[in-house]
């Protein structure tokens, strides 16, 4: 069985300061790996997603994140927040030999102070 | 990026009537769709996967009698809330994978639909 763990229930970061978020999975085999965004009463907007390559992904809005095979992680980041970045993130497992089901974890809220 | 469209976004409905939400993916064909619903504050429950042509999967605790789904086409999935009553109020969302349905496709969510049962 998949699983994902998003230890952090809110982050809280000054604008100007890099952003983790941070995401750990469980799975049997080989993982896909998404980070989705949402904004209040919105969906879920795709943010970016590991398949295979390189370990570092750069995605959209300037955030990136890097898979780390050994430590199951794969958290997400940018090096400098917005306040409009303050947002709910949310991470995302799949396994490869799966047709089926994304795993989602709680979700972080990230908080962005001026 | 891909597109997914939900209509309508926001519904008030009276207890014991039916509520039908649209989801719509408008530049790309998904073979298979997925309902979410969600709680304030909390991730995404999936309710059920449908593929095009087929039956709904559902997942366990959701009733299928309750929460009809239609997949009639790659661009069309519907779901129908039947007999609504207050404890189905939540914000339902939808999620569309592209055609070839691969574990490696993103899915897209459309921008989600709020249900208020009084």
């Known amino acids: 069985a998949q699983s994902v763990a998003q230890p952090e229930d809110q982050v809280n970061v000054a604008e100007g300061n890099p952003l983790t978020v941070k995401c750990t999975y469980s799975?049997?085999?080989?993982?896909?790996l998404f980070w989705y965004v949402q904004y209040p009463n919105r969906g879920l907007q795709f943010l970016l997603k590991?398949?295979?390559?390189?370990?570092l992904v750069k995605g959209s809005y300037g955030f990136e994140a890097e898979f780390n095979k050994s430590q199951t992680s794969f958290h997400l980041k940018k090096p400098s927040a917005l306040v409009s970045d303050s947002a709910l993130y949310f991470c995302?497992?799949?396994?490869?030999?799966?047709?089926?089901?994304?795993?989602f974890g709680a979700g972080t809220q990230v908080v962005v102070t001026p | 990026g891909a597109v997914v469209s939900q209509h309508p976004s926001w519904v008030i409905c009276k207890s014991g009537t039916s509520v039908k939400i649209e989801c719509r993916s408008l530049?790309?064909?998904?073979?298979?769709m997925f309902w979410y619903r969600q709680f304030p504050k909390q991730s995404l429950m999936l309710m059920a996967t449908?593929?095009?042509?087929?039956?709904?999967?559902?997942e366990q605790g959701v009733e299928k009698d309750k929460f009809l789904i239609n997949h009639a086409s790659l661009t069309l999935s519907t779901l129908t809330v039947t007999s609504a009553h207050p404890e189905d109020s939540s914000f339902y969302i939808c999620?569309?994978?592209?055609?070839?349905?691969?574990?490696?496709?993103?899915?897209?969510f459309g921008p989600g639909t709020r249900l208020l049962v009084l």
């Open positions: 995302a497992v799949r396994e490869t030999d799966s047709w089926g089901k994304l795993q």
């Open positions: 999620s569309a994978r592209g055609v070839s349905g691969g574990a490696y496709e993103t899915q897209y």
């Open positions: 799975v049997s085999g080989n993982p896909y």
């Open positions: 530049d790309f064909q998904a073979t298979t």
């Open positions: 590991y398949i295979t390559g390189d370990n």
């Open positions: 449908s593929n095009e042509g087929s039956k709904a999967t559902y």
